[in-house]
């Protein structure tokens, strides 16, 4: 029985370079025990597909989880930067046993992470890295690979390529983007090569922001974490269209022509909409968490479709999906899954089904990327250290109150951060002062539980 997980998080392994967890010495460790645990059968070669972000920090981690991969006798097949969701897509296309990810996603350089998919490409489950885990603990040595028995490692030349390919496939057949002009925001981050390729391949006019990395400059000021710096470019540019992806390309967000900023849950409502009039959105239902604004689950309700919640994460999200057979679900800060395309998060071919309804519907942005009218919402988050409040009896209360406070109108979300020492308060009703109170009080009660 697997212990309970305590590297593995929300979203794979994170922390701050060079530092536990993100260190060489763990990264070697989970290389070796991943590769063994994914090393089933003894009558074949077994092989992973290792790619990263471009923090400064990768190259170091990149060559530890090479190590400790080719140790345990698994062959490694090294892409470089590329987005995180073609790491998944040419894990399942190469016949990989497992794929990896080096990669913080949206956080700044300092940080790192390592995330895990299994040969379908759906990021591992917790029973799975649970065992991984286990694994880490015990004393390899008598496992590891016999000397002709070490694994190689080789670099795909083509796999940049063969990622755009399968991006541009999700696009209409038979539609282009000539004639609109589109600022892409790749956040210095991995898709700084490949989504601009692909955007101008499809025949837009493209004007690249955020593609000069240099190993520190990641989400800095750029991307999705900053999206005024696409809502500005499109203003200066007279761009048609805004796209901005963050770190690792898994999450995206749109600014329409007149530089307004369009969030995951108005991307996820048109795509909903879009897909039903095409008969093309299984089960009628779209998948979301808890943080999807009410707006859009009363919309999708007046156009006969289902929303279903998870909690946030894009795995919970893709865990509900696969369940229930649904191929759209996605979170208010930009992971769009679209299972036609992809198992997991993909900013480009999410915004290529924004730019799909533009140019079949010959409507501009700021008129589709509206699909409903948002429910006031606040995000406060209130930092920690120490024990996590949430357990508090004062939280409880506060929380009760707060319900009691919105009954019929509103509702009030608490969760901690699954990356930092954070409780994120949000709350949201058809009162926008109303929303101001409740979470104002909240946060309150935490600070004073804090003592911060």
Not at 86 to 97: E, G, K, P, Q
Not at 187 to 211: D, H, M, Q, T
Request: hydrophobic share 40%; glycine share 10%.
């Amino acid at each position: 029985m697997a212990t309970k997980r305590s590297l593995f998080g929300t979203d794979g392994i994170r922390g701050t370079a060079n530092t536990a967890p993100m260190t060489v010495e763990i990264a070697q460790r989970l290389g070796q025990a991943a590769g063994l645990y994914f090393m089933r059968s003894q009558n074949r070669r077994h092989s992973v597909v290792l790619g990263k972000d471009t923090r400064l920090s990768g190259y170091m981690l990149e060559c530890a989880l090479v190590a400790g991969f080719l140790s345990a006798g698994m062959d490694v097949i090294l892409v470089g930067p590329l987005p995180t969701p073609a790491i998944a897509m040419l894990t399942r296309s190469l016949r990989a046993d497992l794929g990896v990810m080096v990669s913080a996603s949206h956080n700044p350089f300092t940080d790192n992470g390592i995330k895990l998919f299994g040969p379908d490409g759906f990021k591992l489950s917790d029973e799975v890295e649970g065992e991984i885990e286990d694994l880490m603990s015990q004393d390899l040595s008598a496992r590891l690979a016999s000397p002709a028995q070490i694994g190689r490692a080789s670099r795909l030349t083509d796999a940049a390529g063969r990622y755009i390919e399968n991006a541009k496939a999700s696009f209409p057949r038979g539609l282009r983007l000539d004639g609109l002009k589109i600022v892409i925001d790749c956040a210095n981050g991995s898709a700084y090569r490949v989504a601009p390729k692909a955007l101008w391949e499809l025949g837009a006019e493209v004007i690249k922001i955020g593609c000069s990395p240099d190993g520190l400059n990641i989400n800095d000021g750029v991307g999705s974490t900053h999206p005024e710096t696409l809502c500005a470019a499109v203003r200066e540019h007279g761009a048609d269209f805004g796209i901005a992806l963050d770190g690792d390309a898994d999450r995206v967000l749109i600014a329409d022509e007149n530089g307004n900023l369009v969030d995951g849950d108005q991307i996820i409502g048109l795509i909903a909409a879009f897909w039903k009039q095409h008969g093309r959105l299984r089960g009628n239902t779209v998948v979301t968490t808890v943080m999807s604004n009410m707006g859009l689950e009363k919309t999708l309700a007046e156009n006969g479709l289902e929303l279903q919640r998870t909690a946030v994460g894009d795995r919970y999200v893709v865990e509900r999906m696969r369940e229930i057979g649904a191929n759209l679900g996605g979170e208010q800060s930009g992971h769009m899954v679209l299972s036609d395309y992809a198992t997991t998060g993909d900013g480009l071919i999410a915004a290529l089904q924004v730019l799909a309804v533009s140019v079949e519907t010959k409507r501009p942005a700021s008129e589709i990327c509206r699909f409903f009218t948002p429910y006031p919402q606040l995000l406060k988050n209130v930092r920690y250290s120490g024990t996590s409040p949430m357990g508090s009896p004062d939280l409880a209360a506060a929380k009760a109150w707060a319900d009691e406070r919105l009954a019929g109108s509103g509702r009030l979300v608490l969760r901690a951060s699954g990356t930092e020492p954070l409780i994120r308060v949000m709350a949201e009703a058809e009162d926008e002062a109303l929303v101001h109170e409740v979470v104002d009080h909240v946060c309150d009660v935490i600070r004073a539980i804090a003592h911060v």
